[in-house]
């Protein structure tokens, strides 16, 4: 019998990786990777990478519910595709999934189809309310992260646009964008010349 890896992600850095790395060890998992990172491409997802490249045949990766490791049908099935090529195994704790049984193989090829048909419908949703409220005129686009002053504030202290947005974990596009957008707001309240 091969080993037992545990995998364990959460999409936003508020939200907390302790019951799914309890669930994880409870499993038997010998070693847990975890991250924080969004599920819908698996780019930038290093510890999973890390995971794959490490499985060997006869091991076994584990997860607590599929959603944690792949968010479209397709993203899915190259991860399964993957695992076979390796000749491991994934088991989901919450799901009766157990790609080393032929009953478990089959249950988790329907339950991506129906993953996908859910997120499907829910963008569908989301872009319909989205489209209601433009029309209503009351959609304002997602709240800023994070204050221009707050980007002033570390440039003004010597730091340069590199630093600070690993300082406050954003791209650097964004602090070039928000700082542009406060000196053009300066520029608008300044009384034209005579």
Known sequence: MGAIYGYARVSTADQ???IQVTALKAAGCTVIRSEKATGTTRSGRTELATLMDFLRPGDTLVI???DRLARSLRDLQNIVFELREKEAHLKVTEQPIDTSTPAGKAFLDML????EFETNLRRDRQMEGIAAAKKRGVYKGRPR???ASKIKQLLSEGLGATAVAKRLRIGRASVYRLTAAAS???DKGRAKPA
């Open 184 to 186: 053009k707001g300066r």
């Open 64 to 66: 607590t519910r599929i």
């Open 145 to 147: 992260s994070i204050e």
């Open 16 to 18: 907390d990786l302790a």
């Open 112 to 115: 991506g189809v129906f993953a």
